[in-house]
Structures are given as C-alpha cells and as structure tokens.
C-alpha cells in the first residue's frame, strides 16, 4: 500500500507546471544551440521529468539519451563507467550523415571527473568536452551535465551554462500533498493546510513524500499533528547541510534589557513579510549588521528578531562553508542559498562575519582566491536576491571587513550596541532576576546593581548573577542553602574585571568606526549620539585640512 503513495508525474497531462518559466528558458537555450547545460539538483527524477518537457515542446522534437557511471547508455548499457567512450557517441551522432534524429544527451554524475581536471584520466575527458562544445553548435544535439553539485573547471567555464533546478515551491508542495494523500485521508484544512505547506518548504519532492506516507503508514491519515512531524524533517535536512543550523527562537524582545531604537526598528516592520506589504507595494526588509564588542546582546538579538516576526531561524556557519575540495565551497554557498530560498520568509543570522570574510583583499588570503569567491557570491545573492531571506550579521571587529559588504543595499541598517547605560543595566538586571527569581524581585536593589556596574556589557551583567548564585548556593545555615541577594552579585561584581577596562581603544575606534559609515545607535543613549556627533564633525575638520 505503502509504495503507491508515491506518484509518478511522467506523461501526466493534467500535472500543473510550477517550473514553467524554467523549462521556457531551458527550450530557448536548445533552440538557441547553448552547447554544454549543467543543471544543478539535489534529486534526479523531477529533472529528467523536465527535461523530457523540454525534448516534446522543441521544434523538431529532441529525444533523451541518459548516461551515467554505473549502466552506461540506458538505451543499450554501454560504455559503463567510461566517460570517454560515451563522448565519442555524443560525437558520432554529430558527425553522422544523414544527421540522426536531434538528441538531448544527459551525463549524470560526471563531477566526479569535473573536479579533478588535471588527473590524467580526467584530462581526455575534459578536452573532448571542449571539442564537442564547439562542435554542438553547428549541430541540433545539446549535451546536458546533471549533478547535485556544480564543478566547472576553467578550462571550459565559458562554455558551461549553469542552471539550479529549486526546491518545490508552495504552489507545488500543495500539488504533492493532493497527489500523496487521498482527500478523505487529508485531516487538514485552512490555517493548517496552509502551516503544513509552509513546514515542507526547504524539503525535496522526495522527502515531503516520504515524511506524508510515513504519517499515512502509521496512523492512515494526515492531520495536524505531522506539522511537527515535517518540522523534524526538516531540521534534518538543514542538519545535513553542514552549513545551516535550525534554531527554535524562544526569546522575545522582553528579553532583551535597552536597545530601545533597534527594538523600535524591529516592531515597525513586524508584518513587513505579509502578502498585504507585498500589496501595499513595500519591498521585503533585506537585513541589518550588528556591530559591537563582545555581550553587547548581538547574537541575542538576531534570535528576539526571529521571535518577533514569527518566522524561521537558520544560523549559517561560515567556518563549514570552506571546503577542501576544489569547488566544493562554492557549491556549499549554492546549496546554502537555495535552502534559505526555499523556506523563506525566514530570518538568516551570520554570526561573526568578520571572523569568515575579513582582510579579504586580493592575494592575501592565501587559498587560491576561494574565500574571494565564496564572499562574492555571498554579497552578490545579498545585493540582488527578491526571496524573502532576511539576515541579521553580527561583527566585532568591523576594521576588518571588506568595504563592499558595507555598501548600501547589502543591508537596510547598520546598528552599533554601545556598553549598556545605567538606566539599561538597570532593565538588563530586572530581566533575568524576573526569570530567575520573580517572587523576590522586589528585594533586589536594580537601582544600586546598575550604579556599581559601570562599563559592564550584558553578558557580565548576566554572569555576575551566575556567580552570585554560587557563591549564596555554596553557603549553608543549619543545612539549609541560602539563597543569593544583591550583596552576593555586588561581591561577584568587584571580582570581576570587565572587557572595556582592556578594550577601551576598540570600543572609541568602534564608535568612529560607526560614525563614518552613519550606522545607527542601537540604543536611545544621548552620550552616544553625542560621541558620534563628536566623530561626524571632527572627520569634517579633517578633510578641510587636507584640502
């Protein structure tokens, strides 16, 4: 029973086209003579669906000859693993007389070669492929690579034409739900159809089938409780990414003590994401940069942005986006993107980005210009992507990063998180003695906790309730444990030394910093404003002198 609950969609007249622009472009390519195609895909079976739509809309008519390592031609099983030979057949069809019927040939998982053009194996292979993309242009054949990651070496990078087959959309995750559940079995409806479309977003074809036949196997219907279900799916998927991490944003903007003005920022735009912005002609926010020193509360704010505007965060490890292989960081970077795109509206945090793309400038991070590219082709997706992807990026250290991630349209704002004042330390110790202690808020003195605790960033202020906790917890009257007071973190307080004693020269060159590129203070500090007015003006007088 199991096995029919997966349908096949080949030949089906009746199938919607979700992919109708895509196989428009693809037949303009046939028809236009493009000789090498490579489409990039995590799953076979949709493609070639595609691209026998492409061989019956061409005129004339194409038809598909499929090959890979294993068996070969699948009209007549030769040239198993052998690329080579099966090039000369692609050959031989372009040199017969009279010419044969036009043919689309489709290479599967020829990357493997691809990576590695130098290896003498590889390097005959390679220069046939170049031949055979000149000689394709005089003839109605068209030779399509297929593969679930792109390796172009340079050798014929200008002959390849790239293509990402994506992920099903909402439209054709709707379609698979019909066509994978019969109706009576469809315990979903409304607001839930529309949660559990929204939860298969990000997954593959194959995937979102196998996660609704499971539901189907265990309990003979779908309902809302396989929402979860879907979820869980999904994690894995971004989990075996190696590059993206699924975070559950528990923390609302109660959460977090000050930043009045990026608060403000983020509550203006909560319904920014809503088919009725869309409507109402707003553009889809792209993101902002969070610039500070370490505890300011950046990383906590990528989360409450999440929380607040109910959507998806992914966490995205720049460290795992390099890899050792040849091309291997560039296509994680695409696999990367088309996840994000594909679950979108969701929130994107790139935590430490000056740690992963600063001094990039040319020759000097010593590893053949893949950092270079990987940086490109991240700002340029940043610059130009219409997907409702919304990034949050943090930095330490901005004298670092590249000039072009700063420029306008990579982010709608720029904001610096100062050292707390008094009246945030204030809302910062009140926040987490709430969490911990709300029955004995009231015995605490905020008031003398925020006097005492100049210069101390919101993760100490945090910490030295941490250790006043051990120390009252360490303490016992009569057997029992007491529990900690204000005297214990004003003791935790005078033990510790906080960064800006020995970071003050970073924190003075971050508000100049700041200054320059006109970021926004994230909190309503008047000393702050004031600083930056200070740098604004001083600049000023600067380049007058140098005139």
């Not at 949709?46 to 809309?57: D, G, K, R, S, W």
């Not at 390099?322 to 509206?345: N, W």
């Not at 003050?504 to 971050?510: D, F, K, P, S, V």
Request: with cysteine; glycine share 4%.
């Amino acid at each position: 029973m199991t096995a029919n609950l997966i349908p096949s969609f080949v030949n089906q007249s009746d199938r919607p086209q979700p992919h109708q622009a895509l196989i428009d472009e693809l037949s303009l390519m046939v028809r236009a003579r493009y000789p090498l195609l490579y489409l990039v895909a995590v799953e076979e079976e949709p493609v070639e669906e595609l691209i026998a739509q492409v061989a019956q809309q061409a005129v004339p008519r194409r038809q598909v000859l499929s090959w890979d390592l294993a068996r070969g031609w699948a009209d007549n099983g030769t040239d198993k693993n052998a690329a080579i030979q099966a090039l000369e057949r692609i050959r031989d069809a372009i040199e017969r007389a009279p010419a044969p019927v036009p043919t689309l040939f489709v290479l599967k998982d020829l990357h493997f070669v691809l990576a590695q053009p130098q290896h003498p194996v590889n390097a005959p292979v390679i220069r046939e492929l170049k031949n055979l993309s000149r000689e394709l242009k005089r003839s109605r054949h068209s030779l399509v690579l297929l593969s679930h990651t792109l390796e172009v070496p340079p050798e014929f990078a200008e002959e390849v034409t790239a293509i990402d087959f994506p992920l099903p959309d909402a439209a054709e995750i709707d379609y698979l739900i019909d066509e994978t559940v019969q109706p009576e079995n469809l315990q979903v409806s409304g607001l839930a159809r529309e949660q559990l479309v929204k939860a298969c977003q990000g997954l593959s074809r194959a995937r979102i089938q196998r996660v609704l036949a499971k539901a189907l196997a265990a309990k003979g219907e779908v309902n809302e409780t396989d929402i979860d279900r879907v979820l869980e799916e999904k994690k894995q998927v971004i989990r075996q990414s190696g590059t993206l991490e699924f975070f559950t944003a528990r923390q609302s903007l109660k959460s977090v003590g000050g930043l009045d003005n990026l608060k403000q920022w983020v509550r203006l735009r909560k319904d920014a994401f809503t088919d009725e912005a869309r409507r109402y002609g707003i553009p889809a926010p792209k993101g902002v940069l969070l610039v500070g020193i370490q505890g300011t509360g950046k990383s906590l704010s990528a989360k409450t942005i999440a929380h607040e505007w109910r959507l998806p965060l992914l966490r995205l490890d720049t460290g795992r986006l390099f890899g050792g292989f040849v091309g291997e960081s560039e296509s994680r970077v695409r696999r990367t993107i088309q996840i994000a795109e594909a679950i979108a509206p969701c929130v994107l945090w790139i935590d430490e980005i000056d740690k992963a793309f600063g001094n990039i400038v040319e020759g000097a991070d010593g590893d053949s210009g893949t950092s270079r590219r990987v940086f490109g082709s991240l700002i340029t997706w940043m610059q130009e992507k219409t997907s409702p992807v919304f990034i949050v990026a943090t930095a330490n250290n901005v004298s670092i990063l590249p000039a072009e991630l700063l420029r306008k349209g990579r982010f709608d704002e720029i904001f610096f998180l100062n050292l707390p004042t008094e009246k945030e330390r204030q809302e910062i110790f009140k926040v987490h003695l709430q969490r911990l202690r709300p029955s004995r808020l009231r015995s605490f003195d905020l008031s003398l906790l925020s006097r005492q605790t100049r210069d101390f960033s919101g993760a100490e202020l945090e910490q030295a309730i941490v250790d006043a906790m051990h120390l009252a917890f360490a303490t016992t009257t009569n057997g029992q444990r007491r529990d900690f007071t204000t005297t214990d973190i004003l003791r935790a307080v005078e033990e510790t030394v906080p960064l800006a004693a020995i970071a003050r020269e970073q924190i003075e060159a971050l508000k100049q910093w700041a200054a320059e590129v006109g970021a926004r203070a994230a909190s309503n500090d008047s000393q702050l404003a004031e600083a930056l007015r200070r740098y604004m003006n001083q600049r000023g007088l600067d380049e007058l002198d140098h005139e």
